[in-house]
């Protein structure tokens, strides 16, 4: 914006704004109201798809599986009874408990100690296999089934606890075929974009399908929220015969939103208040809060009425939007405020639309490229391939462009409707600590360089420490419920995080295992029996042959012992339990397709269709990961597994496929660091462009961006010497410490050249900056660390990492931006004399 009254832009700002400041005042109140009339819509985001990366190609593989094999996404009840699993009041009390669970909305089925199977004791003949008990049976022995729980390859570390005290309750929902239809058909599209350009007919499907899927996406996370809630409030009319804890996949990204909305509504609260207090401690008068907490609400206010009209899925990641874009408009109002009280300082005879006018025409380019900064700071986050950060991205993207708009249509409107303020500039406290800082810079310079070249050192190693290993546990603190059940099921049930491993098996002439084994042999000593029994050619498949079953079950034992896995199950644990019935010995090959013929269908649920195929040619392995072990890396597991498929089981790689939650969950952990320096290193770069276009002066752009660069590696550092994860919540932080404090870096240069050209003096220069905008950069940095570190309190562990490392940060940021780079412009002296 020129200064000039004659150029076209100002000239219209100054018609539609400056000499119409009620009707602009009473226009953003309209908006304000109405944007909020929307704010019932707004919602958050519990899709499992927040915690995966959008373009991972394992994840198209992970839907076919759980599709052939059964979802892992089931609500898992841990009982406890106070009396014992098998005492008579427990049992009734649990069989009223699973009649209940089983009327809740969309389950298909429960398990528990009441339904499964009681193998022990039986043989492989067929009335065996069509007669097997179950605890429900009349005449069970209750505690040689115990015994059977706690010992059984099957139940033992999954159905019951090696101690006998604690069961589990698998609560199994009906698979839903409208929303994966969807979901394929939304994707399959998607697919095909990747590779080539959409037909204008194929991008209005997608953009259908993506409509639909979203619309019911809505509606199925509403009713999971709804089924748990139900399934709670069950749970709690059984709290007097037992201790039980809920968990599951869909638990645990519901009780994270319910902690995130949570702090949405008390810690938005909380910094809001912070503000009105900081505020008035810094101005002393009541218009200095009203003005910029105004701007900072109706932006905040406008963007969730947005949002929600828009219906736009606010996750993990992006609910932070509230707290950080209170703090971006914020650090905006008070540049605006600070100038505005210097200025009539100087000149307290002057005209209030001349003050208003000289504020806003002196502080508009400083403030546009403080935001415009903080914008690429925000869109470098679109290169994640995160979806939840992406739309964060995005989010604040928004809120910015929107913030400043706001900003620069209240501030002006909300002055001139209020009495002429006067102002007397060098008495405050702020002055006196900004003025102290200036001493210290110019008495300590080689401290302060000192200072900067360790702090260098530190973050580098520290960064060179990093980690993305996380775990869903270490979300929460110990006394929540979420983080006792999660505990219980991982140390007592074998595990928390899925893992399957999917072997193909090998289907050429000279490698079945059925007709190398038994020839015609079959046919010459069983005869017309054998043939009767199974009818001609009967082949139960490529992996139900005792020599693969040997295989699996090395496989089997291997993968169990390694440190971090928890329950493993597979076609092995089937070997082992049919072993038991064959007197300890591996049944022969007609024994096998006897079982696999004859097993009744709730057997066969239980031993063979979670890691058999139709056809018998594939096989899946399920392991359940402990997610408290503090030895666990996934990827280092992953590879683990793998090499020993490979090498030791000798398959062939194309016949392996790793899959599961765990490893999606891996996939985007370790896009993080790839990602994080990506994000950094096009941040940087973007902003040191806009300094050069802004500054003129390659030099003054390097010194500018020094103070942001080394808080943002600062944090990194910490993060990495103290052992603190990489996750989908802190890859946000280095990106959101140098866009917002870079606001400074700008205000501080841009304030520096202008004061510079009074009399040519650097340290003259730096005293009266630091009088000026020294007071502004105090203010908005104590305000925004203040702002973060009350997200310390919350309950959520990724909240607190995030409040209390960007808070640290900008302490940093705030130091370096008012020592080293004032002490830099100083000591290299870019500007020439006028």
Not at 279 to 305: D, Q
Not at 589 to 608: E, R, Y
């Amino acid at each position: 914006m020129s200064k000039s009254d004659n150029h076209f832009f100002f000239r219209l700002y100054k018609k539609l704004i400056i000499d119409k400041p009620l009707i602009s005042i009473i226009t953003v109140i309209l908006i304000t109201v109405l944007a909020a009339t929307q704010l019932p819509k707004f919602r958050l985001d519990a899709s499992g798809e927040s915690l995966v990366l959008e373009s991972d190609t394992s994840l198209a593989y992970y839907r076919e599986v759980t599709k052939k094999y059964g979802s892992d996404d089931f609500l898992v009840i841990t009982w406890q009874p106070n009396a014992g699993l098998m005492d008579a009041t427990a049992l009734t009390k649990l069989t009223d408990l699973v009649s209940r669970l089983e009327k809740v909305q969309t389950v298909a089925n429960v398990n528990s100690i009441l339904n499964v199977p009681l193998l022990d004791g039986l043989t492989i003949d067929v009335e065996a296999l069509g007669n097997i008990p179950t605890l429900r049976s009349e005449g069970v022995n209750k505690e040689k089934a115990l015994k059977e729980f706690t010992s059984s390859p099957i139940y033992r570390d999954l159905l019951v606890g090696r101690d006998g005290d604690t069961s589990a309750i698998q609560i199994n929902f009906v698979r839903d075929e409208k929303f994966f239809s969807l979901q394929e058909g939304r994707d399959a599209i998607r697919k095909q974009q990747r590779t080539q350009k959409l037909t204008p007919e194929q991008q209005l499907k997608l953009e259908k399908f993506e409509q639909e899927f979203d619309d019911y996406s809505r509606i199925t996370s509403e009713r999971t929220s709804t089924i748990i809630s139900e399934v709670r409030d069950i749970m709690q009319d059984y709290r007097d015969v037992a201790t039980l804890h809920l968990g599951g996949v869909s638990m645990i990204t519901n009780d994270m939103l319910d902690f995130i909305q949570h702090d949405i509504t008390v810690f938005g609260i909380g910094i809001v208040l912070f503000i009105m207090l900081a505020l008035f401690i810094f101005f002393g008068k009541l218009r200095w809060v009203i003005l910029p907490l105004f701007s900072c609400l109706t932006t905040v206010i406008i963007l969730a009425g947005l949002l929600s009209f828009l219906d736009w899925r606010i996750t993990v990641i992006s609910s932070n939007f509230p707290s950080i874009l209170l703090i971006v408009v914020l650090a905006l109002s008070v540049h605006l405020v600070v100038f505005y009280r210097d200025y009539i300082a100087q000149n307290p005879k002057s005209e209030q639309q001349e003050r208003v006018i000289t504020t806003v025409t002196r502080m508009f380019w400083p403030c546009f490229y403080t935001a415009l900064t903080t914008i690429v700071a925000f869109i470098s986050l679109l290169i994640s391939g995160i979806r939840p950060v992406i739309d964060f991205g995005w989010i604040m993207t928004m809120g910015i462009v929107l913030g400043f708009s706001l900003t620069f249509v209240i501030f002006p409107s909300f002055i001139q409707l209020m009495k002429a303020d006067s102002h007397e500039s060098g008495t405050s406290i702020t002055y006196k600590i900004t003025n102290w800082i200036y001493n210290f810079s110019v008495n300590f310079k080689t401290l302060i360089f000192s200072t900067t070249v360790i702090l260098i050192a530190v973050s580098g190693y520290g960064i060179s420490q990093l980690k993305v290993e996380n775990s869903f546990i270490d979300y929460f603190k110990p006394e929540t419920e979420i983080y006792q059940g999660m505990k219980v099921i991982d140390q007592k049930l074998g595990g928390t995080t899925p893992l399957d491993i999917v072997i193909n098996g090998e289907l050429s002439s000279d490698e079945n295992d059925f007709d190398d084994e038994w020839g015609d042999e079959s046919d010459e000593e069983f005869g017309d029996e054998f043939e009767d029994e199974f009818g001609s050619g009967y082949d139960p498949g490529y992996w139900f042959t005792a020599n693969k079953l040997k295989q699996l079950e090395s496989i089997h034992d291997f993968i169990d012992s390694l440190e971090v896995t928890g329950k493993v199950q597979s076609l092995a644990t089937t070997a082992k339990v049919l072993k038991n019935m064959n007197q300890g010995e591996m049944p022969d090959q007609v024994t096998l397709s006897l079982a696999h013929q004859k097993l009744p269908d709730d057997v066969k649920g239980v031993l063979l269709k979670p890691y058999l195929s139709d056809d018998g040619n594939q096989t899946r392995i399920n392991i359940r990961v402990e997610e408290t072990n503090q030895n666990l890396k996934r990827a280092e597991l992953i590879a683990t597994i793998r090499e020993h498929l490979i090498k030791d089981a000798d398959l062939k790689p194309e016949n392996v496929q790793i899959t599961g939650m765990l490893v999606l969950y891996n996939n985007m952990l370790e896009s993080l660091f790839q990602s994080q320096i990506l994000t950094i290193g096009a941040v940087y770069i973007a902003i040191l462009l806009m300094f050069l276009v802004l500054f003129r002066s390659i030099t003054i752009a390097i010194i500018a961006t020094i103070p942001n660069a080394l808080s943002a590696a600062m944090v990194l550092g910490i993060m990495g010497l103290t052992g603190i994860p990489m996750d989908m919540m802190t890859i946000t932080i280095a990106a959101i410490v140098i866009g917002i404090a870079v606001d400074n870096s700008i205000h501080y240069v841009h304030r520096f050249k202008a004061e510079f050209s009074n009399d040519n003096n650097y340290l003259a220069t730096m005293k009266r900056c630091h009088a000026s905008i020294g007071k502004a950069i105090y203010y908005t940095g104590v305000t925004v660390i203040a702002g973060f570190a009350i997200l310390a309190l919350s309950d959520f562990i990724p909240s607190i990492y995030f409040g209390l490392l960007t808070g640290l940060a900008m302490a940093v940021a705030l130091f370096l931006n008012l020592t080293l780079l004032p002490l830099m412009l100083v000591t290299v002296k870019p500007l020439k004399s006028t």
